[in-house]
């Protein structure tokens, strides 16, 4: 079965600065990978997906994320933080048909 | 722009009585499911269906119960509420027809149903 860890519970970030959030699948052949956000009161709206081809994959609001099959991670980034990137963020994956094993989330702060 | 609709944004019964949670979406997608989300557990399925009056267990099943009358709606039952079913219920959808596996698509989410049980 897959599985999926995000092993920052919470990150706090200055605004201006750049973000990464760590993200580690188990999954025995290559999985469908998702980046999730849900801002305060909100329902989760995808932020970028990975399904296959290019590694480097470009989402909404300047977020990227890279594909590493040698680490089985699928890290986060963005080069320059907003306070309103302030929320949690949710990394999934998906094998089987249509259900998505979602991590645990990281909650991302940002100060001025 | 898809939309998922939750019947309420917030909740609270009391141990016992029967709970329904009901989400609609308007994109004629295949796929409905539920979750529930908690403090450090992250979401978790309850349920899902990928057809009309069809349903598959998810990782936490036990205590609730689904119903998928028609395509747009996919309702969540609590048979008998209790204290600890307490929590955030997220409901989402996804298109993709056919049970193909290893295809999974972008699930679209509804703003949730916060909902306590005293």
């Known amino acids: 079965a897959q599985s999926v860890t995000q092993p920052d519970i919470h990150i706090t970030v200055s605004e201006g600065a750049s973000l990464e959030l760590r993200c580690n699948y188990s999954y025995g052949a290559t999985p469908y990978l998702f980046w999730y956000v849900q801002s305060p009161g909100q329902g989760l709206q995808l932020l970028l997906k990975?399904?296959?081809?290019?590694?480097l994959v470009q989402g909404i609001k300047g977020f990227e994320a890279e594909f590493k099959r040698s680490q089985s991670s699928f890290n986060l980034r963005k080069p320059s933080v907003h306070w309103s990137d302030a929320a949690e963020y949710f990394c999934?994956?998906?094998?089987?048909?249509?259900?998505?094993?979602f991590g645990t989330g990281t909650k991302l702060q940002v100060i001025p | 722009d898809v939309k998922v609709t939750q019947s309420s944004r917030y909740l609270v019964k009391r141990t016992g009585e029967k709970v329904f949670l009901e989400c609609v979406q308007d994109m004629d997608h295949e796929n409905m499911f539920w979750y529930r989300q908690d403090p450090g557990l992250g979401l978790r399925l309850i349920y899902f269906s990928y057809d009309v009056k069809m349903k598959e267990k998810g990782d936490i099943p036990e205590g609730y119960s689904v119903s998928r009358e028609k395509k747009e709606r996919f309702s969540l039952i609590l048979e008998s509420a209790s204290t600890n079913q307490t929590s955030m219920y997220l409901c989402a959808s996804s298109p993709g027809s056919g049970r193909k596996e290893g295809n999974t698509d972008t699930q679209y989410f509804g703003p949730g149903t916060r909902l306590t049980v005293l």
């Open positions: 990975y399904f296959s081809g290019d590694t």
């Open positions: 999934a994956v998906g094998a089987s048909y249509q259900k998505v094993t």
